[in-house]
């Protein structure tokens, strides 16, 4: 029997780890047979969220030079470098263009037809299209998956789980909103990957409530304005007479920082300096509490970030030099009085220092009078941030955004650290280009966006049978809709996903961490059980793990731990299978 591997999931994960297996196979396995089964009810490469049966309208919300999907030598792995082009340079883009998904989808298409094709000639891929619905089998021995509509399993030596984006049953709070809405005749949309929710039932010229300023809301926004007609003319929204007016608000109240519109001006910032792999050797010998024990290390790494390039590039800024600065902040305790004080003598101006709990909270404290008065105020804010996301000579900015990336290569090591870093990491690096944040300004201008600011409350008004939400920007005003649409993804949850795979998965005795995601060994990404031991012939890679890489991309030249994680996964798979078929041979 030919040694087999089941991997389910085709989207960019899938076809990543893909790539690996091809890139280390002719050192690891060398020319010995093997089945490779892709398991996805979408096409590979793109899969379900970047498949080409979507709208055109949808971007990505990466610059086209910035997305790769082949390892370089920044990235920690121990096997080979296969370089690759980028995206801007496989489609002859302009590099600071915004592709469209469709043209992220043709990309990742061609990056797995590549991989298929670099894989040795004893090496089979066959694609089923369908939806993987089970896993069983010994823990020492041949794994079966069983496909839905089919009654025989596929049988394989290892499985691997790159299962991407999942979808959620309704939480309480949802399942009570969408039970009112059925009661009222109103329309309720849950969390939902947004080019799949059903908009059509929300109507032309009547409010919607739209909770969830990230990029959900963008894509939202995007199909209920061009997406039904609606144009831009010189800056200017032209509307169809189709569009419904969105009341959007949030925790934040704001959207997430527009992407920086400039590339690096001179030298990264020397990092990782205060949060690299000692310090998080250091955490992992205990529990560790991400406020209390992580966030003052991350603060002071982003600060050194910050830093580093105000005293270098704009000197004008600060009252000391840094040879001296430097000194005082490595000395000063993370977090501590001492530091704050260094700074405020150093940086005379609040505005050049790095302040990351205001820019998490920019509306904590602000009351506007009236809601009309809070539309001229985001505008403001949205406006300013425009300006200085794309102004060079704010290029600290830059240089925490490649803070950021440093340290979410290292949190990766400390497992599930909980929600809260990965929402403000995409807030503040992850948010949408600067093109889609003006035609927002324009659709504010137009009246087809209403901002309800930040703090928002919805409620479900039983006795009017219609929804309502307020915020704390303006107290005492209600907006009221018949409609309600959650503008975001659902939070990942073994519990609650909606994928039977790994619900049985779970109920087999896989281990979810504290906030719901699949437990592996972030060594290699085997599936840990409830008692911490991995699977020998079970692995999972992405975005429902607890080793979840930053965004679905990889910068070129930024280390890539996504890379590293299917190079290490590939790696053990492949000595695993080698090892088995080997033995199979003896046995013979």
């Known amino acids: ?108 298409r061609w990056v797995y037809e590549e991989a298929v094709a670099a894989l040795p000639p004893t090496v ?8 993987a619905v089970r896993v069983g089998g010994p823990r020492a021995g041949r794994q079966r998956v069983w496909l839905e509509g089919r009654t025989e399993p596929l049988t394989a030596d290892l499985v691997v789980l790159t299962l991407g984006h999942l979808d959620a049953e309704l939480d309480d709070e949802q399942h009570e909103l969408a039970d009112f809405a059925r009661r009222h005749t109103l329309l309720h949309l849950p969390p939902d990957f947004t080019a799949d929710s059903d908009l059509d039932g929300l109507p032309a010229a009547e409010p919607v409530i739209v909770r969830g300023f990230g990029l959900a809301f963008i894509d939202l926004m995007v199909l209920l304005t061009e997406g039904r007609g609606g ?6 929204y032209v509307p169809s007479g189709r569009e419904p007016v969105l009341y959007v608000g949030s925790r934040r109240g704001v ?16 990092l990782p300096r205060f949060f690299g792999p000692a310090q998080v050797d250091a955490l992992l010998g205990g529990p560790v509490d991400f406020r209390r024990d992580v966030w003052p290390l991350v603060d002071k790494e982003l600060g050194y970030a910050h830093y580093h390039r105000l005293f270098t590039a704009h000197p004008e800024s600060t009252a000391v030099n840094w040879p001296d600065f430097e000194e005082k902040y490595a000395a000063a305790q993370a977090g501590s ?67 950021l990336l440093s340290v979410y290569g290292q949190l990766i090591r400390l497992g599930d650290i909980g929600g809260w870093w990965h929402g403000f990491f995409n807030y503040l690096a992850s948010g949408p280009p600067g093109p889609r944040l003006r035609q927002l300004l324009a659709l504010s201008s137009a009246g087809i966006v209403r901002f309800l600011g930040a703090g928002i409350t919805v409620e479900a008004d039983e006795k009017r049978g219609i929804f309502r939400a307020g915020s704390a920007s303006v107290p005492g005003e209600w907006i009221e809709a018949r409609a309600l649409v959650e503008a975001r993804l659902p ?9 039977p795979l790994l619900r049985a998965l779970y109920a087999d005795g896989a281990a979810a961490t504290p906030t719901g995601l699949l437990s592996v060994d972030p060594e290699d990404g085997r599936v840990l059980d409830r008692s911490g031991r991995p699977h020998p012939r079970r692995f999972a890679l992405g975005p429902h793990t607890a080793a979840r890489a930053s965004g679905a991309f990889t910068r070129p030249r930024t280390g890539g731990p996504a890379f590293a994680q299917n190079d290490a996964t590939a790696r053990t798979a492949l000595a695993l299978l080698r090892d088995l078929s080997c033995h199979s041979r003896l046995i013979a």
Do not use: C
């Open 255 to 270: 959207p997430y920082h527009s992407k920086i519109g400039y590339g690096p001006q001179s030298e990264r910032p020397p």
């Open 124 to 131: 089979t891929v066959h694609e089923h299209r369908a939806t």
């Open 1 to 108: 029997m030919r040694p087999s591997i089941v991997v389910i999931g085709a989207g960019p994960r899938g076809t990543g780890f893909l790539e690996r297996l091809a890139a280390n196979a002719p050192e690891q396995y060398a020319d010995l047979p093997l089945d490779i089964h892709l398991v996805d009810p979408h096409p590979p490469g793109g899969g379900r969220i970047w498949r080409h049966e979507q709208s055109p309208l949808l971007w990505m919300n990466s610059m086209a030079e910035d997305v790769t999907m082949f390892t370089d030598d920044t990235v920690e792995q121990r096997g080979p470098v296969r370089p690759g082009p980028t995206l801007a340079e496989w489609a002859g883009l302009d590099g600071q263009t915004f592709p469209s998904r469709q043209q992220q989808g043709a990309y990742l």
């Open 491 to 499: 939070a990942p949850s073994l519990e609650r996903t909606r994928s």
């Open 231 to 236: 144009r831009y003319e010189n800056g200017e």
């Open 337 to 403: 009085p001492e530091l704050h004080t260094l700074v405020a003598a150093s940086v005379p101006d609040p505005a050049d220092r790095l302040d990351l709990e205001a820019l998490d909270h920019p509306l904590d404290g602000v009351r506007f009078g009236s809601y009309d008065a809070l539309q001229d105020g985001l505008r403001g804010y949205i406006t300013a941030d425009l300006d200085r996301r794309h102004d060079p000579a704010h290029s600290e900015d830059l240089a925490v955004f490649l803070g």
